[in-house]
């Protein structure tokens, strides 16, 4: 049975508890031990192992230095604070509009300096041309049954902040895989039109645009869900009912070694743009 996002943001809070009450447990200290060095009552102590009540940043450094492992903590507070907020239900998102929830990230997107992005589905949202992002808003728009389908719009708004690429400060490396090309949205003019774009965005400098072939062999990664890394801060993970915002340091090194090692599967340059091409004549 599918897992929702409240229970799995749930189960994510009873991952923080248990490792908090394994350290207690490793230190040799009973609940109310622990309490009396934190300076609480023990039954809080009890509520936050059974993950009935959320620790605070505070808390969990309390906690730690009880237990000699202050070097856990800030591993601890971050995978604390994904479990209270790495859920952000779709339907929740965009309850005011499709454009509103593109125009909700432009002051992130100044804010970082380098994007690493792999899409094994769609072209990734800085590359879309509007003809490209109107078909897939709109459609995504029918598929949620919004009251008001604002696709085009969205889609303007989409292309105006992908205005970032432009902005010096910026790096931006993507990684697709070569099935995106084939995956066509909108009619035959505006997949073109798309697959053009990424042979001007693709020579851009700030920009590397890698495609991992469909003939790979031996894939060292199979294909993943499609994320952004944001500056090695936070990991955006797209599924098809929530976006989870990933913060764990652990975590992250996770989808960087991924990234990586799709990036080592995948081609570039003239390479990159024979793909393309070779998508484009199979759309005639």
């Known amino acids: 049975m599918p897992v929702s996002p409240s229970s799995s943001a749930q189960a994510a809070r009873h991952v923080v508890a248990t490792r908090l009450r394994d350290l207690r447990k490793n230190a040799g ?138 902005e010096p400060g910026h790096r931006f490396v993507m990684l697709i895989e070569e099935s995106v090309l084939y995956s066509q949205l909108g009619d035959a003019d505006a997949m073109a039109a798309q697959l053009g774009y990424l042979l001007t965005a693709g020579a851009l400098p700030q920009v590397a645009l890698g495609i991992v072939p469909m003939a790979t062999r031996q894939r060292p990664q199979w294909p993943l869900e499609t994320f952004h890394i944001y500056d090695s801060n936070v990991v955006s993970v797209e599924f098809l009912s929530a976006e989870v915002n990933i913060t764990q340091p652990s975590e992250i090194a996770l989808y960087l070694k991924a990234f990586e090692q799709m990036r080592s599967m995948a081609v570039y340059g003239a390479d990159a743009r024979a793909l393309i091409l070779r998508a484009i004549e199979a759309l005639h």
Not at 76 to 101: P, T
């Open 29 to 166: 200290l009973t609940v109310v031990e622990l309490a009396r060095r934190c300076g609480w009552h023990h039954s809080k102590t009890s509520r936050v192992e059974n993950a009935v009540t959320a620790p605070t940043s505070k808390d969990i450094r309390a906690w730690a230095d009880a237990c000699d492992a202050t070097d856990q903590a800030e591993d601890l507070v971050a995978q604390s604070l994904n479990a209270e907020s790495m859920y952000g239900e779709w339907r929740h998102q965009v309850r005011r509009g499709m454009k509103q929830l593109q125009d909700s990230v432009v002051q992130f997107f100044h804010d970082t300096e380098l994007f690493r992005i792999y899409s094994s589905t769609l072209v990734p949202g800085l590359l879309q041309t509007e003809g490209y992002a109107s078909a897939l808003l709109s459609s995504i728009a029918d598929f949620r049954g919004l009251p008001v389908n604002d696709g085009a719009a969205a889609a303007a708004a989409r292309v105006e902040r992908s205005r970032v690429i432009h």
